[in-house]
């Protein structure tokens, strides 16, 4: 299967520094996969993460998109179609309701949808979040809540890498397995490449392949069966 | 489309400090509005006053200059303007009017004057060293076009009409009691004239008869002495100008003094007005000069209030920028966050940055929509009472009474020759006004915006993002 995402050697250092947060790291990912990165704090996983979102630029090497650089894409344009990410700590709109910011993250990738608030309300029901939910304001929601919302809104724009940074680290162990399920049917159902930064090997436990980072790089590559 | 509805929806999303920012943006509409509305029309009543009263023109003689001149004795004559020159003068095309009144004292060989105490009428003056016939005591007063008695109720017509045909004269009603007149009689009044032919300082008693047309009622008290004969109102003769400067025989007119004022059509004629009347014989010992005195009394009191609130608005204006760019860079770097998902979310920096001043627009609509209400609300009182405070001030400084050129003709100016200081001024809110005030406030809420606004997109979305969690 064709990868959606290559690294190939991506080296990140701080600015006037020479101190590599990431050191020539290489890996592709395939849609309709689920991985796993994992490794200790510092390790470099949380920076790879935002420079696979288009959040930041490499300092050397490339990262492709579908083949394609993502020095040479309009990164808005990658982040707010190409890619969806669920953040830990949700990075939502807090003083607008749950629809709002999916309606707003459609808006920005230029959804074609015609009804896009009926098509998010569908979307978070989908997710396990109801219409009563959807029509409060985030803060008023909680942290499995606003975690749902927070992939409702990746998906919102039909993007086909889904990138998720601890998605469970706030959340209980019910609520953590509604969440995994989500991410592995997005994955097997949807056709969507999936990957998961984590510290959790139980969360890691469910992907098809763990790459687990050490110092910058990938330490090893484990697919499971 | 989805930038302009969200930004609206962060108006009320972020309302606790949409209303502080929006509170100080009201405060300086509102001042701006009292500000503008008031300067614009102070400027307006400036301009209308300069047409006004800043065209009429003063024409004054120089007495030192005549007395050196022609001597102790001869001046007087040459400090009046004669006659002929007063009405060639209004009759110029630099002019847009004139009102002109004249005067002249003349004595009788046999009526009584009012207010005389054994007196002999006829009584003539003798050993002033003229040629010619010894000049007659003058106790009454003939005047020109003097009408506007009538008008303030300080004279009633009791009998009779006002003169209608040249040759008519009202009198007095005492004065037709004392020497038992009527409507309808001719009575003959001795006038002195100087007969230049006969040399310069040849006089003749010129005999003129009058028809009574008329008896009007002088309403003003006496007062607490007795006046002399000549200065008793009720010795004077009101007729039509043009009595007056009739020819009295021989092409002499009468001994007459006229007060003219002239009134230009636009006050930088001045100079051609000047260079006209001077060529029509206007002596050098005259000064010919606009009427600055009045025009700054009625002027200085706006123009203060324009100053005062030129200076209010620059005040509000500087102050309010600097609140409200801290305000709204406080309000903005509050919300970093809240741009730092969006751009996380793929919004570009433009689209960022266009919902930020929708925003900040959309509040300085609806901020302006009060302010001009309650500015222009606020304006007319605020007005009325600067402008009170200014005319107490410019009363105390500003001189008052007759002009010169009353005085020196002997006469109070008529009553168009003194405007009353404005004492109030009717302020609106004109089309202009409005476009004046948007602009400035639009501006205001666009540097306040775009301070913050620089300073927060400057950074990635990722640092805001990592700064946060």
Not at chain 2, 8 to 23: D, E, S, Y
Not at chain 2, 45 to 70: C, H, K, N
Request: net charge negative; aromatic share 6%; charged share 20%.
């Amino acid at each position: 299967m064709m990868s959606v995402l290559t690294l190939n050697n991506v080296t990140y250092s701080y600015e006037g520094t020479n101190v590599y947060v990431l050191d020539s790291v290489s890996a592709s990912f395939e849609a309709g996969k689920v991985y796993a990165i994992i490794g200790r704090s510092g390790a470099g996983k949380s920076t790879l993460l935002s420079l696979i979102a288009g959040l930041d630029v490499s300092t050397k090497g490339e990262i492709l998109y579908n083949g394609t650089d993502l020095k040479e894409i309009d990164r808005d344009e990658y982040r707010a179609k190409g890619i969806g990410v669920i953040f830990q700590s949700y990075n939502l709109l807090t003083n607008a309701t749950a629809i709002e910011n999916i309606v707003l993250s459609m808006n920005i990738s230029e959804s074609e949808v015609t009804n896009k608030k009926q098509f998010a309300y569908d979307l978070l029901q989908k997710i396990g979040i109801d219409k009563t939910t959807a029509d409060r304001k985030i803060l008023k929601l909680s942290g499995g809540e606003q975690q749902r919302v927070g992939i409702a809104r990746a998906l919102s724009h039909k993007p086909d890498i889904i990138i998720a940074d601890e998605p469970t680290g706030n959340l209980d162990t019910d609520t953590e397995n509604d969440i995994l399920k989500i991410l592995i049917s997005l994955a097997h159902d949807e056709g969507k490449c999936v990957i998961i930064v984590t510290h959790s090997k139980e969360v890691a436990s469910i992907a098809d392949e763990i790459l687990a980072m050490t110092d910058g790089n990938f330490e090893s590559t484990k697919t499971m069966d | 489309m989805y930038i302009l509805t969200n930004a609206l929806k962060n108006l009320a999303r972020n309302k606790g400090r949409n209303i502080l920012v929006g509170l100080v943006l009201f405060a300086i509409i509102a001042a701006t509005v009292v500000g503008f509305v008031i300067n614009n029309t102070a400027s307006a009543v400036i301009d209308d006053f300069r047409t006004r009263f800043g065209s009429q023109v003063s024409i004054t003689p120089d007495m030192e200059v005549a007395r050196a001149r022609y001597g102790d004795l001869a001046y007087l004559p040459r400090a009046i303007i004669p006659p002929d020159q007063a009405l060639a003068f209004a009759e110029s095309r630099y002019l847009r009017g004139h009102i002109m009144t004249a005067l002249k004292s003349v004595g009788s060989d046999y009526l009584h004057a009012v207010g005389e105490a054994g007196f002999t009428p006829g009584y003539r003056i003798s050993g002033l060293g003229m040629e010619g016939d010894d000049p007659v005591i003058s106790r009454f007063r003939v005047m020109g076009n003097m009408w506007y008695e009538f008008e303030t109720g300080e004279r009633l017509l009791l009998e009779g009409q006002m003169p209608q045909a040249v040759g008519e004269a009202m009198i007095s009603h005492e004065l037709a009691e004392l020497n038992d007149l009527s409507v309808g009689d001719e009575i003959m009044m001795l006038h002195a004239a100087f007969m230049p032919e006969m040399g310069a300082m040849y006089l003749r008693n010129v005999p003129i008869t009058y028809t009574v047309s008329g008896i009007y009622l002088d309403m003003t008290e006496i007062g607490g002495g007795f006046p002399a004969p000549l200065n008793h109102r009720r010795n004077e003769m009101l007729t039509a100008i043009d009595t007056m400067t009739n020819p009295i025989g021989d092409g002499v007119r009468a001994f007459l003094i006229i007060s003219a004022t002239y009134y230009l059509r636009d006050p930088a004629y001045l100079p051609y007005f000047e260079a006209e009347i001077r060529e029509k014989g206007l002596a050098d010992t005259f000064r010919v000069s606009a009427d600055e005195a009045s025009f700054r009394a009625i002027v200085e009191p706006v123009e203060g209030l324009r100053s005062v609130f030129i200076t209010f608005v620059i005040i509000v204006l500087a102050l309010g920028s600097i609140i409200l760019v801290l305000l709204s860079w406080i309000a903005i770097r509050e919300r970093k966050y809240e741009i730092g998902v969006l751009r996380a979310m793929g919004m570009k920096k433009g689209k960022v940055v266009k919902g930020l001043l929708y925003e900040m627009g959309a509040l300085t609509v609806i901020c302006l929509a009060l302010g001009l209400v309650a500015g222009t609300a606020a304006s007319q009182p605020v007005a009325d009472n600067l402008l009170r405070q200014q005319v107490e001030i410019a009363g105390r400084t500003t001189p008052s009474g007759p002009q010169a050129a009353g005085l020196l003709h002997g006469m109070l100016p008529l009553p168009e020759d003194a405007p009353e200081p404005l004492s109030e001024i009717s302020v609106h809110l004109g089309a202009p006004v409005m476009v004046q005030i948007a602009t400035v406030s639009v501006l205001l809420a666009f540097v306040a915006s775009a301070v913050g606004i620089v300073n927060i997109t400057r950074y990635e979305p990722i640092k805001i993002l990592v700064e946060r969690n």
